[in-house]
């Protein structure tokens, strides 16, 4: 009989998975490994280009990355993305998914020494153990500046309150990720879901890897300390499944607009620089419906350096 090695590995990573998740004490333990001592202007909706360089903070706080279940073998995406982010000048390391109560402790000693950013990135487990993370930072009253899933486990909490900028990257139809995130009741912050499950071509192994997620977040880590976690206007979740073949575009969360005599969906896809399918499906307005005067629709949005938008003129679109 012949083994197909993916086979073996993807059974390899089913069985851990499930021996980290099936216990019904797994909540209560993955609590204490994680516990914390103590003392221990419309908004613009493209891509914000960064301050010019005489007005750009050198590159401050620090970002927390964790692998999956066998990190070293199937989370290598996370250590490409620690050494992007050290390329960028960014304070970054990646770490096992269960080492999360040391490296949880050593973050509120830092975050005490120095109050700069934080920044919480995981990949399977690694993404549950991100969310835990934040969880034990709310009880130290540290706020957390973004978190980033990756495919993270179905047993994740929720998104805490303590969090400014959530981002989950998952396949709905996974079966060793698949988590579908969502925020505590009261949360506030900016919220952003994408599924791209319909991308034949990404799997729970490669999603981790992916060049052109891993330029974006590097791109928003950057801005983190010149970028104001509250926004003009509601921050409004968002929640797309991409269509095949569609490109990954991180927004943060979504704003809303209202219309004006002659708008339409394409009108302002091209007006604010997103693709038709963001505003479809958001809007579940179909691409030729006539738009009301008056009319509110919720448009992506990408944060922006306070820098930049103290520059943007005032006034309406």
Known sequence: MVVHPTRVAAIAISAMFLACVSSADFDRAAARAITVPND?????????????????????????????????????????????????????????????????????????????????????????????????????????????TVDPAHASPDVPLNVERYINIFLSDGVLGGGDIVAKQG??????????????????????????????????????????????????????????DAPVELWDSGTLLVTRSGDTLPRLAALYHVPLWSLTQMNRVPDNAMLAAGQTIIVPRRLMPAAVISAQPSGGR
């Open 187 to 244: 949360y506030q912050g900016h919220y952003a879901s994408f599924d791209l499950s319909k991308q034949s071509k990404v799997t729970h192994i490669n999603i981790d890897k992916m060049e052109s997620i891993h330029e974006q977040l590097v791109g928003a880590v950057l801005q983190l300390a010149t970028t104001p976690a509250k926004t003009e206007g509601s921050a409004v979740p968002l929640r797309y499944v991409l269509p095949p």
């Open 40 to 148: 221990a202007a419309a908004h613009l909706n493209t891509l914000p280009p960064l301050p010019p360089q005489d007005v750009v903070a050198p590159p401050r706080g620090r970002v927390y990355l964790f692998r999956g279940a066998l990190g070293p073998i199937f989370s290598r995406g996370m250590d490409r993305l620690t050494d992007r982010l050290k390329q960028a000048g960014i304070t970054a390391n990646v770490y096992e998914f269960t080492i999360c109560r040391l490296i949880a402790a050593q973050a509120v000693l830092d975050y005490r020494a120095d109050p700069a950013p934080v920044t919480l990135i995981g990949h399977s487990m690694g993404g549950l153990c991100a969310l835990k993370f934040a969880e034990m930072l709310q009880e130290e009253n540290i706020p957390v500046s973004l978190v980033v």
